[in-house]
T-cell receptor
Framework: GAGVSQTPSNKVTEKGKYVELRCDPISGHTALYWYRQSLGQGPEFLIYFQGTGAADDSGLPNDRFFAVRPEGSVSTLKIQRTERGDSAVYLCASSLRGWAGGDEQFFGPGTRLTVL | AQKVTQAQTEISVVEKEDVTLDCVYE???????LFWYKQPPSGELVFLIRRNSFDEQNEISGRYSWNFQKSTSSFNFTITASQVVDSAVYFC?????????????FGTGTSLTVIP
């Protein structure tokens, strides 16, 4: 398929553990976004990559959250010392350009993270 | 600050009825973009439409139509002759010009149930 893919689809972990969530964007898309969606809410922005660099990480809630995109394609969202409040669906999206503004974002199916 | 308000949390209609989903936005940017996405029970956000702030023309696509009114900061979405397959959560989103970052600001969504 040519869409955005995310792995794993579900992740259950214990409080205090470290998790990594992976996003594989649409080939050729330079911009990549991470969002977090809690139950009954709209997606909330976390971080935006233009190429390999984080152009805007203002949505990361604290320093336990970190994301990388070393080769400008696949991205990994890393959460240290997970807390129960981190439980949510983590969505990844990509867009063709990003820098031009107003790009349609294509979303992946999300990773449902549950912290026990 | 950017903000999107979807005041209707849940709507139920009987099949074949028309339904309008409201979206009100706030922004200080003169250039901005508005989007509607559909999130079916499967969870993946599906792009429906993009509108930039300079284009106030209403748009119709099959049973879907959108009414953009800058004077009231609204971008409402109407489904004509609703079908069961339209049952989903619908999100309105706002993004600013590229120099303010490309993240989307989502509303809290409207859950539409179409009853057969």
């Amino acid at each position: 398929g040519a869409g955005v893919s995310q792995t794993p689809s579900n992740k259950v972990t214990e409080k205090g553990k470290y998790v990594e969530l992976r996003c594989d964007p649409i080939s050729g898309h330079t911009a990549l976004y991470w969002y977090r969606q809690s139950l009954g809410q709209g997606p909330e922005f976390l971080i935006y990559f233009q190429g390999t660099g984080a152009a805007d990480d203002s949505g990361l809630p604290n320093d336990r959250f970190f994301a990388v995109r070393p080769e400008g394609s696949v991205s990994t969202l890393k959460i240290q010392r997970t807390e129960r409040g981190d439980s949510a669906v983590y969505l990844c999206a990509s867009s063709l350009r990003g820098w031009a503004g107003g790009d349609e974002q294509f979303f992946g199916p999300g990773t449902r993270l549950t912290v026990l | 600050a950017q903000k999107v308000t979807q005041a209707q949390t849940e709507i139920s209609v009987v099949e074949k009825e028309d339904v309008t989903l409201d979206c009100v936005y706030e922004t200080r940017d003169t250039t901005y973009y508005l989007f509607w996405y559909k999130q079916p029970p499967s969870g993946e956000l599906v792009f429906l439409i993009r509108r930039n702030s300079f284009d106030e023309q209403n748009e119709i696509s099959g049973r879907y139509s959108w009414n953009f009114q800058k004077s009231t900061s609204s971008f409402n979405f109407t489904i004509t002759a609703s079908q069961v397959v339209d049952s989903a959560v619908y999100f309105c989103a706002l993004s600013g010009p590229s120099n303010t970052g490309n993240q989307f600001y989502f509303g809290t969504g409207t859950s539409l149930t179409v009853i057969p």
